[in-house]
């Protein structure tokens, strides 16, 4: 199927992620994913004050066309054994299953570095490969998020 294109189409901008420790979470974000910090503020709008009470800092992440918006938070560790309605992962594309081993490699090697503080002690799963050659494997990030990496074969986008 052809998707035709739109001026009017949206464009994916950011992700928001909410953390209780926001040095932990740029140091990791840095590392794991090699994000550059661009921006940083602690003075917020009144709307962003009421939408998120108790806001302390936002910082900007950002790889390639990736950008992550971390703001610390006081709040609930993520439960992902609990139902709830939330974003439930965010998925990035690796151009080389190589890329896959590498990642989740990097993933553990980070972890077991002790350097990082994570909400959950959940290891990245196997590399999954589906019928259609399409490979992923999940891992949660330092907050209790869940990621997901994918490799797709071919022209599939
Ligand atoms: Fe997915």
Same mark, same amino acid.
């Given at each position: 199927m052809t998707v035709s294109p739109s001026a009017l189409a949206p464009r994916f901008h950011h992700v928001g992620v909410q953390t209780n420790d926001l040095d932990n979470s740029v140091r990791w974000y840095s590392e794991?994913? *090699?994000?550059?910090?661009?921006w940083v503020l602690d003075r917020f709008s009144e709307l962003t004050r009421s939408r998120?009470? *108790?806001?302390?800092t936002l910082t900007e992440m950002v790889v390639g066309e990736v950008r992550i918006h971390l703001f610390e938070r006081p709040g609930q560790a993520a439960d992902p054994g609990q139902s709830a309605v939330q974003f439930q992962h965010f998925c990035f594309r690796v151009h080389d299953p190589d890329e896959l081993v590498t990642t989740r490699q990097r993933w553990i090697d980070l972890y077991k570095s002790g350097r990082f503080w994570f909400a959950l002690d959940e290891q990245p799963t196997d590399i999954v490969v589906d019928d259609d050659g399409i490979q992923s494997f999940y891992a949660y990030e330092v907050n209790g998020l869940e990621l997901e990496f994918t490799y797709l074969p071919g022209d599939q986008s």
């Open positions: 794991f994913l *090699g994000c550059e910090q661009v998120l009470p *108790g806001i302390r």
